[in-house]
Structures are given as structure tokens and as C-alpha cells.
């Protein structure tokens, strides 16, 4: 019997490429999303069954909704969970109890209708480096898995709490999972680098102005690419070692945003200069009737700033950070943990950025030169 994964946020960077990554892997793949992921091409031409995929639209604050859509899904034997909800700016909501209620009510609605499948086996969890109160104080470096939980409230632990007990009450696995700053091609979510890159060098190249670096100080960092990400729920999925476990994900390399500027640049077609500040979450959004003109001119797909850059524009000015002028903490994770379990493959974090950089080209999304 071909298993059935439920990929929960299935248009975002790492549920597209968890459908992706099953579809070609020969499963069934129920995609829950309020709209239709977008798939691209396989790097190693491997075909994509649409046929083997259903896209439910399903709004997961609407309990009723969530009760009509889940309730049936018999054939249901894996979860996939990376739906998340972010407040409007983004970093301000990541210490609002309002928001970590509302995601542990999201992934509630989804596990009280699929309590009733018999065939459920496992699911997959999604957190991230907040686990170890990276955006609050300085983290050990490396953060391992094997730490104590660190001590402040965080929706990764309602959701833990509730997967954990009701793993137990339906005889079921999990596995959980903490990548770092995840990179992919997807346009319009609350985190991810490549379209807010791109769109800022199109509107430099447009001033007349360089594509300079718009951070802060020096910051060397890990990335892990939306491919390795649902690679490893792949696994997860289908190795019995990985249940009840949690793992830090990373591509395997570090990186400071300086270095990998010169490399984007070739991609986009823009010339690089000085590093200049400018605060993204400021000048994008400003910028907007200029990008409806680029838009045009360029022939790309009819999509507005505030629909391209979603709530990552504001997650750029962190990620680079944007107006500090001291060293910040590192935030550096262990994958020794994954790889002792079996799973050791590996991304180049430059190849992450140009490889998701040229599919937003191509897909008319960005413009080039």
C-alpha cells in the first residue's frame, strides 16, 4: 500500500519542498494549504506525479473547517506539520503569548479531527534555533539537542507538549526538528532571504546604485536548504531511529553574508558595491509602486511588494544584522546528532542562495540585470 503524508503549510519553504521531496519519493501526498503550492523543477529530472497529489485549502483557525476537512482522511499514515503563524512585523510576536496560544489552537485543530485515523504512524515537528532562546540571550555553542529546555515561553513548546501526549495516547512516533535560517525559492512567507535579496537588488540596479551589503556587523552564521529540510523529514518518516527525537538541521557549512554577496550578485546581474545600511523593512515596502513599474518593464508575474516579501523582509533586517555595531552572539548548532543516526547529506550554502536566486528568475518572479 503507497503511504499518504498530510504536508500541513504546504505552500511555505519547507512545506513545498516536503511535497516535493514525497511526490518524487512515490507517495501519496495530501498538501494542506490556503493555496496551491508551487513546484518546480528537479535538479536530477525526476518526475513529479501531480497525479499522487491533492491540494486541500483549508484555513487552520477554523476549527469547524478543520473538523470537516480531517476528520475523513483515513489513509493518512505520516504528518508532516510546517505550518506556522506570525505576527505583522514579525519579531515583535515572537514573545506575544496571544501567538503562541493561537499555534498550539492551529496544530490542535489539525491533531483533534486525525486522532480518529487507526493508521496514523508518524508525524514531523517543526522548530527552530528559539528553542534554545537564541532571539532572547546568547546560546551554547554548539547548541545540542541534549540541552535542558531552555526556561521562557515559546509556542514550540505548547506544540511539543501536545504532540508528545497525544504521540502517546494514539501510538504513533514523532520527530522534531531545528533547522537553521531556511532557504528557498517560495515568495509571500513570513521567513525567507532569497525574494527580499532579489528585489533589493533590482531596485538599487534601478537608482543607479550598487548592490551593497545593508547590514550590520560581521555576523558568520549556518543555513540549511529547503531540499536538505525535507530530506531529512523523508527520512524521518521512514527510519524508526528517528522517533521521539529531535534534530538540529544545518547544510553542513558556515558562512558570513559578505562573502556570499559577490556570488548572488553574478546571479542577479547587478554590480556589487561598499556596504551602505538600509533598513529593508523600511525601504522595500516604500518602494512599492517602483517595483509594480520593474514589474512591467521587466515582463515578470503581476506580484505585489507586500505579496512578494510576506513578513521576511523584517526577518532580513535581523538576519543581517541591520543597525548593530557590536559583535553579536553566535548561534551556531550541532548536527552530530543527525549524522550519528545515519542521515549525513549536505548542501553548499552559496550554491543554496544562486540555486533559489536563478528559480525565482526563472519563474518570472525576479528580474535579472
Known amino acids: 500500500m503507497t503511504a499518504t503524508v498530510l504536508v500541513v503549510g504546504a505552500s511555505g519553504v519547507v512545506g513545498t519542498a516536503a511535497v516535493e521531496k514525497f511526490l518524487r519519493e512515490g507517495w501519496r501526498v495530501l498538501a494542506v494549504s490556503r493555496r496551491p503550492p508551487e513546484l518546480g523543477p528537479d535538479p536530477a529530472n525526476r518526475r513529479i506525479d501531480v497525479d499522487s497529489l491533492q491540494h486541500l485549502s483549508v484555513d487552520l483557525r477554523d476549527r469547524a473547517a478543520c473538523e470537516a476537512a480531517f476528520s475523513t482522511l483515513g489513509s493518512v499514515t505520516h504528518v508532516v506539520y510546517a505550518a506556522v503563524s506570525e505576527q505583522p512585523g514579525l519579531v515583535r510576536g515572537w514573545r506575544d503569548p496571544e501567538q503562541m496560544a493561537l499555534n498550539a489552537d492551529l496544530l490542535r485543530n489539525v491533531l483533534d479531527p486525525l ?147 559577490p556570488a548572488m550578485a553574478e546571479v542577479l546581474g547587478v554590480p556589487t558595491g561598499p556596504d551602505e545600511p538600509v533598513e529593508l523593512a523600511t525601504y522595500l515596502p516604500a518602494q512599492a509602486d517602483r517595483w509594480d513599474r520593474l514589474v512591467q518593464r521587466h515582463g515578470l508575474r503581476p506580484i505585489g511588494m507586500a505579496d512578494l516579501l510576506g513578513e521576511s523582509h523584517h526577518y532580513a533586517d535581523r538576519c543581517f544584522a541591520y543597525g548593530a555595531t557590536t559583535p553579536r552572539p553566535p548561534t551556531f548548532v550541532s548536527t552530530v546528532k543527525l549524522r550519528q543516526a545515519g542521515f549525513c547529506e549536505v548542501y553548499d550554502t552559496e550554491e543554496s542562495f544562486c540555486t533559489w536566486l536563478q528559480a525565482l528568475v526563472e519563474r518570472r518572479i525576479l528580474p535579472r540585470g
Open 115 to 261: 486522532g480518529a485515523v487507526a493508521g496514523l504512524e508518524h508525524l514531523s515537528l517543526l522548530q527552530g534555533t528559539k528553542a534554545y532562546g537564541a532571539h532572547l540571550h546568547p546560546i551554547p555553542v554548539p547548541a545540542r539537542e541534549r540541552a535542558p529546555r531552555d526556561p521562557h515561553p515559546n509556542f514550540y513548546w505548547l506544540q511539543e507538549d501536545l504532540v508528545r501526549e497525544r504521540a502517546a495516547a494514539g501510538g504513533w512516533s514523532f520527530t522534531i526538528l531545528r533547522p537553521q535560517l531556511i532557504v528557498g525559492p517560495n515568495h509571500g512567507v513570513v521567513m525567507n532571504l532569497p525574494p527580499v535579496i532579489g528585489a533589493y537588488a533590482a531596485l538599487r540596479h534601478d537608482e543607479g546604485k550598487p548592490f551593497s551589503f545593508p547590514g550590520g556587523v560581521p555576523y558568520v552564521w549556518e543555513a540549511a536548504d529547503a531540499r536538505l529540510v525535507a530530506s531529512v523529514l523523508h527520512w524521518a518518516a521512514t527510519n524508526a531511529v528517528a522517533a521521539g527525537e529531535t534534530y538540529n538541521v544545518t547544510n553542513g557549512d558556515v558562512f558570513d553574508w559578505r562573502n556570499l554577496w
